[in-house]
């Protein structure tokens, strides 16, 4: 677990990467078309549809409808990151797994105050890798701990 | 004596004050984050800062392909922290009594101070203070 703690997974949600700490995740689903049903919505609570996972049904979590932007990738060909919370397991759709990185990589950053305002209720951190923004994905803001206002 | 330095991006020429000038970047690609205003085309990253790219005044918010591939990144320092602009040409800089500083009239297009017109071209003298507050915020 210290090992885990330590990384990082990067994804993207159309040309935006994120970073998610690897202690968040469950596992990673690909080719979830079969597992995934989207009749059952609540969009809004940002919630697209449920997955079969281990025999029970979990939310599935949209981010870009929050965050507004345009996923690149159809719908059956995107990842399934089930992450655990407070209240039980958890989908995130993703655009693209990009990888896993030492925390070691990222480069703090700060957010500029003329930034600051507007963003803020999307994200509140980014870190950098190989000089590109990373989002810092904070779960909290889409399902779970009502933790963070938005 | 005021300098500026000049530069153009599609149908716009604009002028901005040297002693506001950072630095001009060239072919740097900036990045999307979601929340940012429409008036934002991109994020840069100089010197691991972030640096919010601003439509030019008058040029269209739609066309955020233009602004996202302009040749250079004018980065220029604000009251409110640093800002960029595009450029897809430069001219230099070059002192105000050089040229002839223009009043902007009655219909100035916000957030331009005034024009300076130089060697039969005019360019928008930008208000940068003006700008980074108005278009970070979505003005």
Same mark, same amino acid.
Request: proline share 4%; glycine share 8%; aromatic share 8%.
């Given at each position: 677990? %210290?090992?885990?703690?330590?990384?990082?997974?990067?994804?993207?949600? #159309?040309?935006?990467?994120?970073?998610?700490?690897?202690?968040?995740?469950?596992?990673?689903?690909?080719?979830?078309?079969?597992?995934?049903?989207?009749?059952?919505?609540?969009?809004?609570?940002?919630?697209?549809?449920?997955?079969?996972?281990?025999?029970?049904?979990?939310?599935?979590?949209?981010?870009?409808?929050?965050?507004?932007?345009?996923?690149?990738?159809?719908?059956?060909?995107?990842?399934?990151?089930?992450?655990?919370?407070?209240?039980?397991?958890?989908?995130?759709?993703?655009?693209? %797994?990009?990888?896993?990185?030492?925390?070691?990589?990222?480069?703090?950053?700060?957010?500029?105050?003329?930034?600051?305002?507007?963003?803020?209720?999307?994200?509140?951190?980014?870190?950098?890798?190989?000089?590109?923004?990373?989002?810092?994905?904070?779960?909290?803001?889409?399902?779970?701990?009502?933790?963070?206002?938005? | 004596?005021?300098?500026? @330095?000049?530069? !153009?991006?599609?149908?716009?020429?604009?002028?901005?004050?040297?002693?506001?000038?950072?630095?001009?970047?060239?072919?740097?690609? !900036?990045?999307?984050?979601?929340?940012?205003?429409?008036?934002?085309?991109?994020?840069?990253?100089?010197?691991?800062?972030?640096?919010?790219?601003?439509?030019?005044?008058?040029?269209?918010?739609?066309?955020?392909?233009?602004?996202?591939?302009?040749?250079?990144?004018?980065?220029?320092?604000?009251?409110?922290?640093?800002?960029?602009?595009?450029?897809?040409?430069?001219? !230099?800089? %070059?002192?105000?009594?050089?040229?002839?500083?223009?009043?902007? @009239?009655?219909? #100035?297009?916000?957030? %331009?101070? !005034?024009?300076?017109?130089?060697? @039969?071209?005019?360019?928008?003298?930008?208000?940068?203070?003006?700008?980074?507050?108005?278009?970070?915020?979505?003005?």
């Amino acid at each position: 677990m %210290v090992q885990a703690a330590a990384k990082k997974l990067i994804f993207r949600l #159309g040309e935006v990467g994120f970073v998610l700490d690897l202690a968040c995740i469950v596992e990673i689903c690909e080719q979830i078309v079969d597992a995934v049903d989207l009749r059952k919505t609540d969009l809004d609570s940002g919630i697209v549809g449920s997955l079969l996972f281990r025999q029970t049904l979990i939310p599935v979590i949209d981010p870009t409808l929050r965050l507004e932007l345009s996923s690149s990738t159809a719908t059956r060909d995107r990842v399934a990151l089930v992450l655990r919370s407070s209240e039980g397991n958890w989908a995130l759709l993703v655009d693209q %797994v990009a990888g896993v990185c030492s925390s070691e990589r990222f480069q703090p950053c700060e957010l500029p105050p003329l930034l600051k305002q507007t963003v803020n209720r999307c994200f509140s951190q980014v870190e950098l890798l190989d000089n590109e923004p990373m989002i810092i994905f904070e779960p909290e803001r889409y399902y779970g701990s009502p933790s963070i206002a938005v | 004596m005021t300098r500026f @330095g000049l530069f !153009g991006c599609c149908q716009i020429d604009y002028a901005v004050p040297l002693l506001q000038l950072c630095k001009v970047v060239h072919e740097k690609n !900036g990045f999307l984050l979601p929340g940012i205003e429409k008036t934002v085309a991109e994020v840069l990253v100089d010197d691991g800062r972030l640096i919010p790219l601003l439509f030019l005044p008058g040029l269209s918010h739609g066309d955020a392909g233009a602004a996202r591939t302009a040749e250079y990144k004018i980065i220029v320092e604000s009251a409110a922290g640093l800002i960029a602009f595009s450029a897809d040409r430069t001219f !230099g800089v %070059v002192a105000e009594n050089k040229g002839e500083i223009l009043d902007s @009239g009655e219909n #100035g297009i916000v957030g %331009v101070a !005034g024009n300076f017109k130089y060697q @039969g071209k005019v360019f928008s003298i930008l208000d940068v203070d003006f700008l980074a507050i108005e278009l970070t915020r979505g003005g």
